[in-house]
């Protein structure tokens, strides 16, 4: 049977490239880097290396500002408590939106529950986007942080970072940005936005997965939360991910080169989807941001229609999807972002997200514009609500 | 996630659609959780000769569904009013402890389409609609 992933937000998979880069490090490679001996030193260099291309891809001014994580959520944790406990002094309160990763939102729920950390959440338009003078506004003297997503994992609305990042700096209060799935889809760069800490993840843009960073600028402080070791300037005890790192490091550099190409291929292959979809399927909502969008990001709700049984559907014809249906996310409720942007919970469980990645073709894309209409409506045929408007 | 059986049901379902002129009809769930099942049935001398359905709803709303009008089909309308979700559920095989409650509804449309046709009050079967975590 055909196969199509389109779950590229989900993970992505790994370059064969980045693969053959780690594989030395199993074996020949195996030192420990904090190692004074030679099999140390002979590691050491490579993850310097990495570094530096991680550092390149964001544009942070020096590679000693990345701190290597098991991940994008590591990242969030570390940024997010890491602050929250050095600036105690200074203040107790974060602002960020109703729509950011659990990596995010659980993060500061817990400093709320365990740290008494109060947290502003800042609601979004119908297109997923803040206002930004809500963040002014929401800004008091006891603000110590912004964590604001970059863009959205599953509508792929794309925010104001630029403006977030000069008010932020403005008002002295630090900005912490989850961008992982900005990094390697669309060009980031922390200097000129003015971002403090940035989240990336290793497998989101076919590197390996439990690797990430986070990026800490430079004269920013934070408490660490792994304990044990002296590794990352004492800011993440635990002997280093060599083989992670060092793909890390290279899907860094592959991601770079490639940036213009893949933001093109994957834009053209978005709006003949999008178009598609709107073209032969009658009553859909296109969830997120007409343009300011994610280049992978496709994301639409059918209407009458529950968003497991379309996507065992199209699991059936080998095709690759998520939902934020409530089915899928493992609660009652529908996805919190699709509710935020103002969609109904009915609406909201027949959402269907298709996120592209650097492997997928054009035919592909008419495979999916051939198999989905009649998936819809076998599934419209079937719903009470359907016949209940008709 | 799904047993084979559930899966069949789900990609074959049997007797979708809906009875014109239904000597009972009945409709549970809402749309908020996602799970709305409508039962139309037939009545020929106290059986059911007919049982049609619809669902907006997950695979296990979907095979739920499909499995009780094939368990009911041919009953008497007095056994048929026996049938619990449980049941429906065990005949499947089983589901996915998740799916036991907020999607496992086809029996109460079925008890409450025969409540329509007998003229009867209709009572739901206990849900607990607030299942948080079910770790297995």
Do not use: W
Not at chain 1, 333 to 343: F, M, Q, R, Y
Request: aromatic content about 4%; overall charge negative.
């Amino acid at each position: 049977m055909r196969r199509v992933y389109l779950d590229n937000s989900a993970t992505t998979p790994t370059r064969p490239e980045v693969v053959e880069a780690m594989l030395p490090f199993f074996t020949e490679h195996f030192g420990n880097p904090s190692s004074v001996h030679s099999f140390g030193r002979d590691v050491s260099k490579y993850i310097t290396e990495s570094r530096e291309q991680v550092a390149k891809l964001i544009g942070a001014k020096d590679s000693s500002e990345i701190i290597f994580t098991s991940g994008g959520t590591e990242a969030d944790n570390l940024a997010i408590i890491g602050i929250a406990l050095a600036q105690k002094n200074k203040g107790n309160h974060i602002i960020t939106t109703q729509i950011e990763h659990h990596g995010v939102l659980h993060t500061c729920e817990y400093l709320k529950k365990y740290h008494g950390v109060e947290v502003t959440y800042l609601p979004v338009n119908e297109y997923g986007q803040i206002c930004l003078q809500d963040l002014e506004n929401a800004i008091t003297d006891k603000t110590i942080l912004i964590t604001i997503m970059f863009a959205n994992n599953e509508i792929g609305t794309i925010q104001p970072v630029h403006e977030i990042g000069n008010i932020a700096r403005t008002k002295g209060v630090l900005f912490h940005t989850d961008a992982v799935q900005a990094i390697g889809s669309i060009p980031v760069n922390v200097q000129e936005m003015k971002i403090d800490m940035l989240s990336l993840s290793g497998h989101k843009f076919n590197g390996p997965k439990g690797v990430g960073a986070l990026y800490v600028r430079k004269g920013v402080k934070l408490v660490p939360h792994m304990h044990g070791g002296a590794q990352e300037r004492k800011r993440r005890g635990s002997t280093h991910n060599t083989t992670g790192i060092i793909g890390l490091g290279k899907a860094a550099e592959l991601a770079m080169a490639d940036l213009d190409e893949k933001q093109k291929k994957l834009t053209v292959l978005r709006d003949k989807l999008i178009k598609g979809i709107e073209e032969r399927v009658p009553e859909i909502i296109l969830n997120g941001h007409p343009t300011e969008r994610l280049p992978q990001n496709v994301n639409v709700c059918f209407k009458y229609i529950e968003g497991e049984s379309l996507l065992l559907n199209l699991d059936l014809q080998g095709i690759g999807a998520s939902s934020g249906s409530a089915c899928t996310s493992g609660s009652l409720d529908p996805s919190h972002v699709l509710l935020a942007i103002g969609l109904s919970h009915e609406v909201a469980h027949g959402s269907l997200r298709l996120t592209l990645g650097i492997y997928n073709t054009e035919e592909e894309i008419d495979y999916v514009l051939e198999v989905l209409p009649g998936v819809v409506e076998k599934l419209r045929q079937m719903s009470p609500l359907y016949n209940a408007t008709k | 996630m799904y047993n084979e059986k559930v899966m069949d049901h789900f990609q074959n379902p049997r007797n979708v659609g809906e009875i014109e002129n239904p000597d009972g009809s009945g409709q549970v769930g809402n749309p908020t959780c996602g799970d709305i099942m409508k039962i139309t049935i037939k009545v020929e001398d106290g059986k059911i000769v007919d049982c049609k359905f619809k669902t907006f709803g997950c695979g296990a709303a979907v095979a739920t569904s499909s499995q009780v009008t094939e368990m009911v089909i041919g009953k008497t309308v007095e056994e048929a009013k026996k049938i619990t979700n449980k049941m429906v559920a065990e005949e499947l095989g089983g589901l996915p402890p998740v799916k036991m409650h907020c999607s496992n509804l086809a029996a109460d449309a079925l008890r409450k389409a025969i409540a329509d046709y007998l003229g009867e009050d209709f009572t739901e079967e206990e849900h607990d609609h607030h299942h948080d975590i079910e770790e297995d």
